[in-house]
């Protein structure tokens, strides 16, 4: 998925003259797809495979994921499982990336994990992926691996701006400040 930019493979420069931008195209790649994954899950776009291709298609061949009731699916179940979902969430805020972290694992792979948070509720999901390097994919990186947790945080959360401009954590309802990257 992803769309084309300056930064993507896609486009021809990066890669061709040895520049290595593969944090750039992991975080397109996470906003891209979650803000897709929006308009499918609320019913936005016209219910056609059309619509959930661009994440589908994002998704590398031995693609699993682990959801937060404790399923494990592989590419195709998930793909039966992101059909089902189109408007099932419809009404439902949009939730907001948070806490972003990327980490290097080698040269061609990216640990991610960000929080999705909705404004005044008292609970976010925290996932952790595995993104691979792949040219032959339309954003440049393929999503090998997804962990999907949901948690209680006994208030709500104050967000604020990090230096390059994502959401972050400042002070869960304890007023303790919490993990921010």
């Given amino acids: 998925m992803g769309s084309s930019s300056s930064l993507t493979p896609r486009s021809g420069s990066p ?6 931008c593969l944090e750039q195209m992991v975080e397109q790649e996470i906003r891209s797809w979650y ?5 499918w ?3 936005l776009c016209p219910r056609e495979e059309s619509g959930m291709m661009p994440i589908f298609n994002a998704l590398s061949e031995d693609f699993r994921v682990l959801l937060t009731n404790g399923s494990m699916m592989n590419k195709s179940e998930y793909r039966d499982r992101l059909f089902a979902l189109h408007g099932a969430r419809r009404g439902d805020a949009p939730s907001q990336i948070v806490n972003l972290d990327l980490q290097r694992v080698e040269r061609d792979h990216m640990l991610v994990t960000f929080d999705l948070y909705k404004r005044g509720e008292t609970t976010k999901k925290v996932d952790s992926a595995l993104l691979r390097r792949a040219i032959d994919m339309p954003g440049g990186v393929g999503w090998v691996y997804v962990h999907e947790s949901a ?4 208030g709500e959360m104050s967000l604020d701006r990090d230096s390059r401009g994502g959401l972050v954590t400042l002070r869960g309802s304890s007023g303790n400040k919490e993990s921010a990257s």
């Avoid at 890669?15 to 290595?20: C, E, K, M, R, S």
Wanted: glycine content about 16%.
């Fill in 35 to 39: 803000r897709t994954f929006y308009y």
């Fill in 151 to 154: 948690h209680d945080l006994g």
């Fill in 41 to 43: 899950s609320r019913g």
């Fill in 15 to 20: 890669a061709l003259y040895g520049v290595d």
